[in-house]
C-alpha cells in the first residue's frame, strides 16, 4: 500500500511534542526568574548610529538655513544703503546748500525731498 | 512591558511547543531547555528596551529560530544527528498507533533536513499556516510549501523503506 500525502499528515498527528512535567516546567520558570532578577535593568534605549547621523544631518541643516539668513539680511542691508546713498548723492547735487547727513533715519525725508524736487523739474 | 503575571501565563502557554520546536531542531533535550531560558530573557530585554511586540508568539518562535541558529553555529556542528536517547515526541491523546510506531516516525523526522524540520514542525504541532511560517522564516510562501512537500515525500520514502512495503520489492 502506497502512503498518500494526507496519510503522512494523519500519521504525524498522531504524535506530539513531549510535555514537560509541571515540575520540569516550574523549575525552568523558576530559573527563568532568578536570571532575569540577577540580569542588569536595561538603561533607556541608546540612539543607534543613524540616529546620531540623524542629529548632526539635522544640526547642519539647521546651520545652513541661518547662514543663509544672514546672508540675505546683509545683502539687503547692502543693497538698501546703496540705494538711500544713491538717493541722497542725487538730492545733494540738486540742493547742494542744504546740509545732509547719511543716516538711515532720515533716509525717508531724503527720499521724499528727492521726489518733491523730481516733481518739480529742477 | 508586560505584568509578571501576564509573563507567567505566556510562559505556561508558549513553552511546550516552543521547547517541542527547538528539541526538534537540536536533538537535544538538554540544550533545548538552555535555549528556551534564552529565548525568553531576551524576549524580556527586548520589552524593556521598548520594543512593540504585535504578535507574542510569532516572536517567540523567531526568538527562538535565532537562538537555535546561534546555538548551532556556536557549539553544534553536529546538530542534524539525533544526539540523544531521550524521546521528543510522545503518543498523541486518542491517538491508534504503537510506541514503537511513534518512535519510527520520530526517527523519520530526525531524518529530514533542518530546514525541512522545521517548516515541517511549524506546520503540523504549531499550526501554523503557509503564510505566518513564511513571515516567522523571511522566506516566501512557495519556499516554504515546497520544503514541506518534501519533507512529506521524505517522510514517505523514509517510512515506506522501513516497513518494507511490497510494491518495493515485487516488481515484475
Known amino acids: 500500500m502506497k502512503l498518500t500525502h494526507e496519510d503522512i499528515e494523519e500519521q504525524l498527528r498522531q504524535i506530539k511534542p513531549r510535555a514537560l512535567s509541571p515540575d520540569q516546567n516550574k523549575a525552568i520558570f523558576g530559573q527563568l526568574m532568578l536570571e532575569l532578577a540577577s540580569a542588569k535593568p536595561a538603561t533607556n534605549a541608546k540612539p543607534n548610529l543613524l540616529s546620531y547621523w540623524a542629529i548632526a544631518a539635522s544640526l547642519l541643516i539647521c546651520f545652513m538655513l541661518w547662514s543663509q539668513t544672514q546672508v540675505i539680511s546683509f545683502s539687503t542691508q547692502q543693497f538698501q544703503n546703496t540705494a538711500q546713498v544713491e538717493q541722497w548723492s542725487e538730492a545733494k547735487e540738486i540742493f547742494p546748500e542744504q546740509r545732509w547727513s547719511i543716516s538711515p533715519r532720515t533716509s525717508s525725508t531724503a527720499n521724499q525731498n528727492l521726489i518733491i524736487l523730481k516733481q518739480m523739474d529742477f | ?172
Do not use: W
Open chain 2, 1 to 172: 512591558m508586560i505584568s509578571p503575571d501576564q509573563f507567567r501565563s505566556i510562559f505556561y502557554e508558549v513553552s511546550p511547543k516552543l521547547l517541542g520546536y527547538i528539541k526538534t531542531m537540536t536533538s537535544d533535550a538538554t540544550a533545548a531547555e538552555d535555549i528556551l531560558q534564552n529565548v525568553f530573557l531576551r524576549f524580556v530585554q527586548a520589552l524593556q528596551k521598548g520594543y512593540e511586540v504585535q504578535n507574542i508568539n510569532a516572536f517567540l518562535y523567531v526568538l527562538a529560530r535565532n537562538e537555535t541558529f546561534r546555538e548551532y553555529h556556536n557549539s553544534q556542528p553536529n546538530i542534524h544527528k539525533a544526539a540523544t536517547s531521550d524521546p521528543i515526541f510522545e503518543i498523541a491523546d486518542h491517538a491508534s498507533i504503537s510506541l514503537h510506531e511513534s518512535l519510527e516516525l520520530e526517527e523519520a523526522i530526525l531524518s529530514l533536513s533542518l530546514e525541512q524540520r522545521e517548516v515541517l514542525y511549524l506546520k503540523i504541532y504549531s499550526g501554523l499556516t503557509f503564510a505566518e511560517i513564511a513571515q516567522c522564516l523571511s522566506i516566501s510562501i512557495n519556499t516554504v510549501a515546497s520544503r514541506y512537500r518534501y519533507a512529506i515525500d521524505k517522510l514517505r520514502e523514509y517510512l515506506c523503506s522501513e516497513t518494507k512495503e511490497p510494491h518495493h520489492e515485487a516488481n515484475p
